[in-house]
């Protein structure tokens, strides 16, 4: 058996900015604010990315502390990123976030240096984060409906 996967999604935008994304069985909102000209039915897609990165690190930090042996009562991830909406018109400012800031909250009995150790790892094995940190190859074909 692989250990090579497929993760397909499927969004759909039927209504102002509000899209409907497919996950497997899940599904999940996203919108824009009102002073965007959205509904705000849902986070943002940028938003939606930052929460992405944040439940990565998360569920990674478990794998690896469970792996490790290390113990882990709670994992908080807070993940703020800057970006400057013009870049979604004005080609003279990029489009994505100018920078992002992930802060790691754990409640263990071990100590801070192992839990810093533990992130390193973290950080080296979050696909999400990889994403984000490494240019990924996409690919965007465009097809007519009907």
């Known amino acids: 058996m692989s ?9 759909e935008n039927k209504e102002k900015f509000k899209t409907v994304v497919k996950v497997g069985s899940f599904e999940l909102v996203f919108d824009v604010p009102q002073s965007l000209g959205g509904d705000n039915q849902g986070p ?15 569920a990674v ?20 990123g800057t970006i400057d909406a013009r870049g979604l018109v004005d080609d003279k400012v990029p489009a994505g ?17 192992k839990l810093k150790d533990l992130i390193a790892i973290v950080e080296k094995h979050c696909p ?14 465009v097809v007519k409906a009907g």
């Open 97 to 113: 976030f100018q920078d992002i800031t992930v802060k790691v909250i754990i409640n263990s009995p071990a100590d801070l240096n």
């Open 128 to 141: 999400v984060g990889y994403n984000i940190k490494y240019e990924t190859p996409l690919k965007v074909d």
């Open 3 to 11: 250990s090579v996967s497929k993760v397909k999604v499927v969004a």
């Open 44 to 58: 943002s897609p940028t938003a939606g990315l930052l929460a992405s990165l944040a439940a990565c690190i998360a």
């Open 61 to 80: 930090t478990r794998l690896h502390s469970n792996r490790l042996g290390i113990p882990v009562n709670e994992v908080k991830i807070e993940v703020e």
